[in-house]
Each structure stands twice: as C-alpha cells, then as structure tokens.
C-alpha cells in the first residue's frame, strides 16, 4: 500500500512537470508560427502616433495616456491565446510568465490594475468597436472601419 501511495505521488509530479514543460514549449505559438504579425488596434476618431515604449509603458502599467494627452483602456487576450506570447515578447520584450509576475507585483503594491483579458479575438474586436480610446493587440488584420491600426509588430 505504501508503494502504492508513492507511485501516485512519483505520477501526479511527473504529470505537472511534463504539463508544465508542455505549456512552455508551446507558449510560442501553436496555431501562428513566429512571423506572423501582431496588430496593434484601436478605437480612435483620428490618427493615433504609438511607439514601442509607449506601448511597452501602457501594458506595463506605468502610463494611461498617449502622447496626445488622451487617457486609453489597455484590454489583452488570454495568456492562453498564442499571440499573447507573441505581443509580450515582441512588444515588451517579456514572456508571459514574466508580465504575469509584474502585474502581480503591481496589483500587490497598489500601483496598477492589470488589463482587462478577452479569451476570443472576436471578443475583443466587439469590445474595442464599442469603447473610444481602446487599445489591444491581436493576430488578425482588422476590417472594422471603427478600428485603426496602430502599430504591426512582426
């Protein structure tokens, strides 16, 4: 019986590392290779000028505002959706596990509260078509005349 409850015990580790080596080895992307692009879109009335650091310091949580001095929503899929990846590490330079920690630590000191999260691109989209001055990032082109793209991050 000992053995037995060892066995379970061995199982049940070996299950969540290779789980977890799984998780990491595809956080890449899985559907999209590496080169695809990531849109950067939002919903704003006029041309919007958005840098890499600005776009670092919005999802970071270190700024609300863009150059023109108008305050924007940040809105993120899902870590789960494989252009998040791709967004963090081409935009932040971070993986998700490393965004996840900063926002724990930001949410922990008071300094911020993380963007809201979208599981569905389309989700997003109908979102970001409906709230001014959003901005989020996504892994399809958009076709919404609503929506502007703001930067295409490859």
């Known amino acids: 019986m000992r053995l037995d409850r060892f066995t379970r015990k061995v199982r049940g ?3 969540i590392l290779v789980s977890s080596f799984a998780t990491l080895s595809t956080g890449m992307v899985s559907g999209s290779g590496p080169e695809a692009p990531i849109y ?7 041309e919007v000028d958005l840098t890499r650091e600005d776009l670092a310091n ?27 990846a791709l967004f963090f ?21 008071g300094k911020g509260k993380p963007p809201s999260v979208f599981t569905t691109e389309s989700d997003l989209f109908e979102f ?18 609503k929506l502007r793209l703001l930067l295409r991050l490859e």
Request: proline share 5%; hydrophobic share 35%.
């Open 128 to 145: 970001l078509e409906r709230t001014p001055n959003a901005i989020g990032f996504t892994s399809v082109k958009p076709t919404s005349k």
């Open 89 to 109: 590490q081409r935009a932040l330079e971070k993986s998700v596990a490393e965004m996840k920690s900063h926002w724990s630590y930001m949410v922990f000191t």
């Open 58 to 84: 919005l999802y970071d949580g270190y700024s609300r505002k863009i150059r023109s001095g108008e305050t924007v929503l940040v809105v993120t899929l899902s870590d789960r959706n494989p252009a998040t």
């Open 13 to 15: 580790i070996i299950l």
């Open 40 to 46: 950067v879109v939002g919903n704003f009335p006029h």
